[in-house]
Protein backbone atom coordinates (compact mmCIF):
# COMPACT_ATOMS: atom_id res chain seq x y z
CA UNK A 1 0.00 0.00 0.00
CA UNK A 2 1.20 3.64 -0.37
CA UNK A 3 0.20 6.95 0.87
CA UNK A 4 0.27 9.89 -1.33
CA UNK A 5 0.62 14.13 0.20
CA UNK A 6 0.25 16.26 -2.19
CA UNK A 7 1.79 20.05 -1.62
CA UNK A 8 2.37 23.12 -3.41
CA UNK A 9 -1.16 24.70 -4.22
CA UNK A 10 -2.21 27.80 -3.67
CA UNK A 11 -4.01 31.41 -4.61
CA UNK A 12 -2.04 32.92 -8.14
CA UNK A 13 -2.94 35.18 -10.20
CA UNK A 14 -4.11 34.61 -14.10
CA UNK A 15 -0.74 33.76 -16.28
CA UNK A 16 1.19 32.63 -12.72
CA UNK A 17 2.75 29.55 -12.05
CA UNK A 18 2.56 27.07 -9.28
CA UNK A 19 4.52 23.36 -8.76
CA UNK A 20 2.86 20.76 -7.07
CA UNK A 21 4.12 17.77 -5.41
CA UNK A 22 3.27 14.55 -4.71
CA UNK A 23 5.68 12.50 -1.87
CA UNK A 24 4.67 8.86 -2.11
CA UNK A 25 5.45 6.39 1.10
CA UNK A 26 6.77 3.11 0.34
CA UNK A 27 10.05 1.61 -1.23
CA UNK A 28 8.70 0.90 -4.58
CA UNK A 29 7.68 4.15 -6.46
CA UNK A 30 9.53 2.99 -9.45
CA UNK A 31 6.98 0.87 -9.81
CA UNK A 32 4.10 2.96 -9.66
CA UNK A 33 2.07 4.71 -12.60
CA UNK A 34 1.06 8.04 -11.14
CA UNK A 35 -1.59 10.79 -12.25
CA UNK A 36 -3.15 13.86 -11.94
CA UNK A 37 -6.89 14.86 -11.46
CA UNK A 38 -8.54 17.67 -10.27
CA UNK A 39 -12.22 18.34 -9.12
CA UNK A 40 -14.08 21.62 -9.92
CA UNK A 41 -17.08 22.13 -7.60
CA UNK A 42 -19.87 20.80 -9.37
CA UNK A 43 -18.12 19.10 -11.68
CA UNK A 44 -16.90 15.15 -11.77
CA UNK A 45 -12.96 14.63 -11.19
CA UNK A 46 -11.40 15.24 -14.46
CA UNK A 47 -7.50 13.70 -16.03
CA UNK A 48 -5.03 16.41 -15.55
CA UNK A 49 -1.66 14.28 -16.45
CA UNK A 50 0.26 10.88 -15.95
CA UNK A 51 3.11 9.36 -15.91
CA UNK A 52 4.10 5.72 -16.44
CA UNK A 53 6.45 3.75 -14.29
CA UNK A 54 8.27 3.75 -17.86
CA UNK A 55 8.53 7.63 -17.62
CA UNK A 56 5.90 7.87 -20.55
CA UNK A 57 3.60 11.20 -20.12
CA UNK A 58 -0.06 11.79 -20.90
CA UNK A 59 -1.62 15.57 -21.16
CA UNK A 60 -5.44 16.50 -20.89
CA UNK A 61 -5.86 18.69 -24.23
CA UNK A 62 -6.89 21.64 -21.66
CA UNK A 63 -3.49 21.68 -20.13
CA UNK A 64 -1.31 20.24 -23.39
CA UNK A 65 1.31 22.87 -23.74
CA UNK A 66 0.71 24.50 -20.20
CA UNK A 67 1.65 22.16 -17.51
CA UNK A 68 4.50 19.03 -17.02
CA UNK A 69 4.49 16.35 -15.24
CA UNK A 70 7.28 14.69 -14.21
CA UNK A 71 9.01 12.00 -11.36
CA UNK A 72 11.93 11.60 -9.40
CA UNK A 73 12.20 8.08 -8.39
CA UNK A 74 15.58 8.90 -5.72
CA UNK A 75 12.65 11.57 -3.86
CA UNK A 76 9.66 8.92 -4.11
CA UNK A 77 8.12 12.37 -5.91
CA UNK A 78 5.66 13.03 -8.70
CA UNK A 79 5.66 17.15 -10.07
CA UNK A 80 3.04 19.05 -11.40
CA UNK A 81 4.52 22.19 -13.30
CA UNK A 82 1.60 24.42 -14.10
CA UNK A 83 2.44 27.46 -16.31
CA UNK A 84 0.22 30.15 -17.65
CA UNK A 85 -2.32 29.54 -15.22
CA UNK A 86 -6.52 30.31 -15.87
CA UNK A 87 -9.57 30.80 -13.76
CA UNK A 88 -10.41 27.66 -15.23
CA UNK A 89 -7.77 25.58 -13.83
CA UNK A 90 -9.23 26.81 -10.51
CA UNK A 91 -9.66 22.94 -8.80
CA UNK A 92 -8.94 20.58 -6.14
CA UNK A 93 -6.09 18.47 -7.73
CA UNK A 94 -5.01 15.12 -6.77
CA UNK A 95 -2.36 12.53 -7.19
CA UNK A 96 -3.29 8.80 -8.03
CA UNK A 97 -1.31 5.60 -8.08
CA UNK A 98 -1.30 2.57 -9.40
CA UNK A 99 1.24 -0.13 -9.65
CA UNK A 100 2.89 -2.13 -12.35
CA UNK A 101 0.02 -2.66 -14.67
CA UNK A 102 -2.81 -0.01 -15.62
CA UNK A 103 -5.17 0.18 -18.40
CA UNK A 104 -6.29 3.90 -18.85
CA UNK A 105 -4.03 6.24 -17.25
CA UNK A 106 -6.91 9.24 -18.40
CA UNK A 107 -9.71 7.34 -16.16
CA UNK A 108 -9.84 7.80 -12.37
CA UNK A 109 -11.14 4.19 -12.15
CA UNK A 110 -7.72 2.86 -13.12
CA UNK A 111 -6.21 4.28 -10.26
CA UNK A 112 -6.04 2.29 -6.51
CA UNK A 113 -4.43 4.89 -4.26
CA UNK A 114 -5.15 8.74 -3.94
CA UNK A 115 -4.25 11.78 -1.85
CA UNK A 116 -5.83 14.04 0.16
CA UNK A 117 -5.75 16.37 -2.61
CA UNK A 118 -4.63 20.59 -2.43
CA UNK A 119 -6.47 23.61 -3.39
CA UNK A 120 -5.49 25.59 -6.69
CA UNK A 121 -7.19 28.94 -7.17
CA UNK A 122 -6.27 31.32 -10.35
CA UNK A 123 -7.84 34.65 -10.14
CA UNK A 124 -8.08 36.86 -12.73
Known amino acids: QVQLVESGGGLVQAGGSLRLSCAAS????????MGWFRQAPGKEREFVAAISRGYSTLYADSVKGRFTISRDNAKNTVYLQMNSLKPEDTAVYYC??????????????????WGQGTQVTVSS
Open 96 to 113: AARPYTIATMTSPTSYDY
Open 26 to 33: GRTFSAYN
